[in-house]
């Protein structure tokens, strides 16, 4: 107490708060939440105090149980989700893997006239990307992940997902496309578009299990209620997803865009699919929203601010650029054999001379026999042996600075924070990326361009 006095004086505070540990007359420790207030004489002088002493031990300890528990449900939650992420996701990627697998074996066993041979091309592409966007879709939950906008053509985009999407909807369902002309672009993330279409659609169909009509349509519209279309001119661009399923019941309409919030039984639905649509709406700046009434079908509105026709004409109309090239050595490290095949042969179509390695220690070796020749390195962050991507840039470059090195990774949310030497499209590209994306950085950084990035 005299402790506390003495801080009251020296202060000069009219009043005082603090908590601290005490002992007891017999022992016991306990923690004492103290509210000291001063007492002052007619001249103005501190001559006591009223102290108000509380022991909040068992508050304390009961507030450190809750804390635990919401830990432990916390807990208990994720676990859940897991077990219903595991069944719809394994469901998805059979589909795409099925797909990969049944048009590569066509490609290798049938004589095939060169269209043929060229849809199944875009069938195993398309697939692809949709793996790409599956993966996107449970990384979003995980972190906030980066957009990559581009100028979108909407009617386009949906066009493209059509044939796909009568694959996935069966034959039970009629899928019909209403497409207004002359649609302005939207500045998108085509993957995150392309994953709105496809959740809504997957939505729709599981809401029609005994067969039904899917309709998408696109059009100019202003999306605030109220706003009559002929006295306010049209802001967005609309997606509208109907179908003629089961409908949503009003208890559960507010609760539609929950994360893992599902009707469905286990393994038949992750919960992520809506949740999902609606946070990529929000992130492009757009709105969405739902009309259902029970058995009578479900219509989504997503909106998307357009952009100048202008200035799509002008990013419409430029040229697509061709694959960099260059007769450089570059020192590969990648432990995924296929894929260091498949880059490898593309680096060597652009004129490269490359060394391949699988692992850091393999990559050590190499560079011991040929490290005046090497001019870049491009790794993989996470490999095996003992000794990750980023390490084997930091022993290379203690033996040579001015060593050029590009990394990669299919998974950065176990890098940010710690790395942030790492910026993507300078040092660093995102599994999985298109040729052209690869020669390009590469080119970059051998040309000392990257600080234009």
């Known amino acids: 107490m005299d402790r506390v006095w003495d801080e009251i004086i020296q202060s000069g505070n009219l009043a005082s708060h603090s908590v601290n540990e005490n002992v007891t007359k017999s022992g016991r420790r306990i923690t004492c939440d103290w509210r000291n207030t001063p007492w002052r004489d007619a001249s103005g002088q501190i001559c006591g105090s009223l102290s108000i002493v509380t022991d909040i031990t068992e508050k304390l300890r009961a507030e450190k149980e809750r804390q635990n528990l919401e830990a432990q449900l916390r807990q208990a939650q994720k676990m859940e989700a897991v077990g219903q992420l595991s069944g719809g996701i394994a469901h998805d990627f059979n589909n795409i893997l099925t797909v990969i697998q049944g048009n590569a074996s066509l490609l290798q066993g049938l004589d095939l006239q060169p269209s043929e041979i060229r849809d199944c091309a ?16 449970l990384l979003m939950f995980a972190r906030k992940q980066q957009m990559q906008p581009v100028n979108l053509d909407l009617n386009d985009t949906v066009a493209q997902m059509t044939k796909m999407l009568q694959r996935i909807l069966g034959e039970d369902i009629a899928l019909r496309s209403e497409y207004s002309p002359a649609l ?7 993957g995150m578009i392309e994953q709105i279409i496809l959740n809504l659609a997957v939505n729709a169909r599981d809401a029609m299990p005994g067969g039904g009509k899917l309709t998408i349509r696109t ?8 706003e009559a279309a002929q006295t306010s001119a049209p802001t967005h661009v609309c997606l509208s997803v109907s179908d003629t399923g089961t409908g949503i019941a009003p208890e559960i309409l507010p609760r539609i865009f929950e ?12 919960g992520l ?5 609606y946070g990529i709406v929000q992130q492009h700046h757009g709105e969405i929203s739902v009309q259902s009434e029970p058995g009578q079908g479900t219509t989504f509105h997503v909106h998307f601010p357009f952009i100048a026709q202008a200035e799509a004409t002008a990013k419409a109309t430029t040229a697509k650029p061709v694959l960099p090239w260059g007769d450089e050595t570059i020192l590969l490290v990648e432990d995924e054999f296929p894929l260091r095949t498949f880059v490898s042969e593309l680096l060597q179509r652009c004129g490269y001379t490359v ?16 490290r005046d020749r090497i001019q870049l390195v491009l790794t993989d962050i996470i490999m095996p042996e003992n000794m990750n991507g980023i390490e084997l840039g930091r022993r290379l470059l203690d033996e040579k600075p001015a060593l050029k090195i590009i990394y990669t990774s299919g998974y950065t949310g176990n890098l940010e924070g710690r790395h942030s030497a790492l910026v993507e499209g300078v040092n660093f590209i995102r599994k999985p990326f298109k040729p052209e994306a690869i020669a390009e950085i590469i080119r970059k950084n051998l040309d000392g361009k990257t600080a234009e990035k």
């Open 355 to 370: 060394l391949e390695a699988g692992s850091g220690p393999a990559a050590l070796n190499l560079w011991q026999e040929h």
């Open 219 to 226: 059009r100019l519209e202003n999306p605030k209620p109220g």
């Open 184 to 190: 302005p672009h939207i500045l998108a993330d085509v």
């Open 122 to 137: 875009n069938q195993i592409a398309r697939a692809g990307e949709r793996a790409a966007s599956l993966t996107r879709q």
């Open 259 to 270: 994360p893992f919030f599902t009707t469905k039984e286990v393994g038949k639905g992750t």
């Open 273 to 277: 699919g809506l949740a999902t649509v």
